[in-house]
């Protein structure tokens, strides 16, 4: 099973960026699969999750209303749209997988090596 991130950069405060997740190994549509991110010095910590189900989706309070998780089961791979990018959104942006539920990080069996994300104020 392999998860590979792409779509990270640097933008402006304000701007946006879609990080895609492209998984190959496991049939995305039956798993659970999240998007984590790590600051500099930080914990890390989960950003959003979609279930096997499209309208099974959750944010973490801190990206409600800007950010949007999706799945492209033809291509098997999830997004992340990202706008109204703020600088403390920096981080390195990891994706992760599982058969269980959305949930914390010891439910996700796979993961990516991620991908930087840099919003410059």
């Known amino acids: 099973v392999q998860l590979v991130e792409s779509g990270g950069g640097l933008v402006q405060s304000g701007g946006s960026l879609r990080l895609s997740c492209e998984v190959s190994?496991?049939?995305?549509?039956?798993?659970?699969t999240a998007w984590f991110r790590q600051a500099p010095g930080k914990k890390r910590e989960g950003v959003s999750c979609?279930?096997?189900?499209?309208?099974?989706?959750h944010y973490d309070d801190s990206v409600k209303g800007r950010f949007t998780i999706s799945r492209d089961d033809s291509m098997n791979t999830i997004y992340l749209q990202m706008n109204s990018l703020k600088p403390e959104d920096t981080a390195v942006y990891y994706c992760?997988?599982?058969?269980?539920?959305?949930?914390?990080?010891?439910?996700?069996?796979?993961w990516g090596r991620g991908t930087q994300v840099t919003v410059s104020s």
């Open positions: 992760a997988t599982g058969l269980s539920h959305c949930g914390s990080e010891p439910v996700y069996d796979y």
């Open positions: 190994g496991v049939i995305v549509d039956y798993y659970s």
């Open positions: 979609i279930g096997p189900s499209d309208d099974d989706t």
